[in-house]
């Protein structure tokens, strides 16, 4: 019985911790951490646009441009304390259940646990980059998807796992837009303490920057895809080259700008995540 009562008692106090308000503040400067690389990343993707093919538009380029700036260090430990902020309570999601009536569903939970796994590799990446680790966190996108495209194709039945992957991703990004261009984000909000002025900024931003980067990982899944089937890993890209191939389209730069831009909406998006969401 005092067995029983002592785990009863560490659940409880695991989830009093789940729902404390630093992991609440922990959440909410998790939003600001991703909104402030969307937003670098939008920024880029124009400069590209417009002429300047020497910037890297993904997570490496971002945290470069950041680590040049005054007291450009610090920033990047923010940033990555940030993410931990969000690792760590995509995690409490998981194990607790998320904000909302269908929070407690199975699906749900695992859908936080794998955003958990994903924030904790960024998160890492970027505390690496601000140690001195320059190799960590801006490393090329576009290298990296090549690298373990051509490893997974050298596994047994590589063609069969890189394509179904890259499938998933493509679902994936289509996922995203969709769900943003529905404002399925809505149920999470804390619409009842915002403006009309605010639901209507936060909506061209979310639909904005929810359908530029779901159409963005769509795209990176679609030339996974490729590379599954012609057997060639090089035609794998990352984010960076992904948004580089929207400039070679019949539409020209104008279409890597129209992007670029929805990611930077995405950006300020996030912000307003940091503010308005339930956590």
Not at 53 to 70: I, V
Not at 176 to 184: D, L, P, Q, S
């Amino acid at each position: 019985m005092n067995a029983r009562m002592m785990t009863l008692r560490g659940h409880a106090g695991a989830r009093r911790a789940a729902n404390s308000s630093a992991l609440d503040a922990a959440a909410r400067w998790g939003f600001v951490a991703r909104g402030a690389i969307y937003l670098l990343v939008g920024v880029l993707a124009l400069q590209i646009a417009f002429g300047d093919s020497g910037k890297q538009a993904d997570r490496g380029g971002a945290l470069a441009e950041l680590s040049d700036k005054p007291m450009g260090s610090v920033l990047l430990w923010i940033l990555g304390a940030g993410l931990v902020g969000m690792a760590l309570w995509r995690l409490s999601e998981a194990l607790f259940g998320a904000a909302g009536p269908d929070g407690h569903k199975a699906g749900k939970r695992l859908l936080s646990a794998g955003r958990c796994v994903f924030y904790g590799f960024v998160a890492y990446s970027v505390l690496a980059f601000a140690a001195g680790d320059r190799g960590s966190g801006s490393g090329s996108s576009d290298q990296q998807s090549q690298d373990v495209t051509t490893r997974a194709l050298d596994l047994p039945a590589g063609q069969w796992i890189v394509g179904i992957v890259g499938a998933g991703i493509a679902v994936g990004g289509i996922w995203v837009g969709a769900r943003a261009v529905m404002r399925k984000y809505h149920k999470h909000l804390k619409l009842g303490q915002m403006s009309c002025r605010t639901r209507q900024f936060v909506d061209v931003t979310g639909v904005g920057g929810g359908a530029a980067r779901g159409i963005v990982f769509a795209a990176i899944g679609v030339f996974i895809v490729r590379a599954a089937v012609e057997y060639e890993p090089d035609k794998a890209k990352g984010f960076d080259d992904t948004l580089r191939t929207f400039a070679e389209t019949p539409a020209g730069p104008w279409l890597l700008a129209l992007v670029a831009v929805g990611l930077a909406l995405f950006g300020v998006f996030s912000f307003a995540m940091a503010r308005w969401r339930r956590v």
